[in-house]
């Protein structure tokens, strides 16, 4: 009987072994998972801030073409309106020169 009552004595150490054991397992594990999840996030964050800095930028790149664009187009427009007031005063000049008005 004493040999039995050491034997579950024994049993229980053994168990209680285990069990401190899978504890210490189970807080490593959380430890770990908490590195490795703060990690992602971090690496998430900077992917994150690296395609928010560069779509910033392509929208000022943007921004700042579609204003050269405009202000081409603005002097273009410019330059033809000049163009045909020329054009209609050297026509007129010219028709004045043939019938001899000048």
């Known amino acids: 009987m004493k040999e039995r009552i050491q034997q579950v004595v024994e ?4 168990a209680q072994a ?11 594990l959380l430890i770990q998972a908490e590195k490795e999840a703060r990690a992602i996030l971090e690496k998430n964050r900077a992917d994150a801030q690296a395609e928010g800095r ?4 392509r929208t000022s790149v943007e921004i700042e073409s579609k204003r050269v ?11 033809e309106a000049l163009a045909m007031s020329n ?13 001899g008005r000048e």
């Open 11 to 14: 049993l229980e150490k053994q």
């Open 18 to 28: 285990v069990n401190e054991a899978a504890g210490r397992d189970a807080e490593q």
């Open 54 to 57: 560069a779509l910033a930028s």
């Open 69 to 79: 664009l405009a202000s081409a187009e603005q002097s273009n427009q410019q330059s």
């Open 87 to 99: 054009f209609e005063r050297a026509v007129a000049y010219v028709l004045n020169r043939v019938i």
